[in-house]
């Protein structure tokens, strides 16, 4: 089974600074995809940016990209010139290739901005 | 945009009793999903759905859960006796066809309160 690794419960950066959430997974899969997910107060799920892990190239949504290492099966959210709106819960989350295939979650990581 | 919605934002249910939770996918969306999120816990996969049929579900998902599509537009979730370890954020989910982007949309969800 496939497992998904958030090994920081908790981070802060200063506002218009950057900051890198990490995340590890584990499968022995060649077909996924990967993302990040956003959970402000509202506890609504939100998609940050998703990756295909046949394509090499890092994803990239404006302030947010990705670094993904297949070999080493990580998976980070660089946020760029963080704003107050981006604080939030992150969660990374793996997808199997397959048809309908189900989200594995980490435990997420809780990002303060600060002012 | 279109957007997943659930209601009601807020259910109470006293113990032993039957809930059921209301979705409403995105319209042209063909795969749905319940995940739910104990607090301060990870988000955990309960079931998929598709071709009004279950296609995958989790341990968690036991003879007490069901899920519906009644009418070709709703997607319901039901728990035929609440424990209170049921209490918890259920989120739904949807997704398009496996050709698009392999985005699953989430809801703002169901926050359950089992007493």
């Known amino acids: 089974a496939q497992t998904v690794t958030q090994s920081q419960p908790e981070m802060s950066v200063q506002e218009a600074e950057t900051v890198t959430l990490s995340c590890t997974y584990d499968t022995s899969e060649s077909d996924y995809y990967l993302f990040w997910y956003k959970q402000p107060p509202s506890r609504q799920m939100i998609l940050v940016i998703r990756?295909?892990?046949?394509?090499?190239q890092n994803a990239t949504e404006n302030r947010f990209s990705v670094n993904f290492q297949k070999a080493a099966k990580s998976f980070s959210l660089k946020i760029s010139d963080s704003q107050l709106g981006d604080a939030a819960m992150y969660f990374c989350a793996y997808r199997s290739g397959g048809e309908g295939s189900r989200l594995t979650f980490g435990e997420g990581t809780q990002l303060t901005v600060n002012p | 945009e279109p957007e997943v919605t659930q209601t009601p934002s807020h259910q109470v249910t006293q113990m032993g009793q039957e809930v059921i939770l209301r979705c409403v996918p995105i319209s042209n969306h063909l795969y749905f999903y319940w995940y739910r999120q104990i607090l301060g816990q990870k988000v955990e996969f309960l079931v998929s759905?598709?071709?009004?049929?279950?296609?995958?579900k989790s341990e968690i998902f036991d003879d007490q859960f069901s899920v519906e599509r009644p009418d070709g537009s709703n997607f319901t979730l039901k728990i035929r006796s609440t424990k209170l370890e049921d209490s918890a954020m259920y989120f739904c989910?949807?997704?398009?066809?496996?050709?698009?982007?392999?985005?699953?949309?989430f809801g703002a969800g169901t926050r359950l309160s089992v007493l």
């Open positions: 989910a949807s997704r398009s066809d496996p050709v698009a982007k392999n985005i699953q949309y």
């Open positions: 759905f598709y071709n009004n049929e279950i296609s995958e």
């Open positions: 990756q295909e892990a046949y394509k090499q």
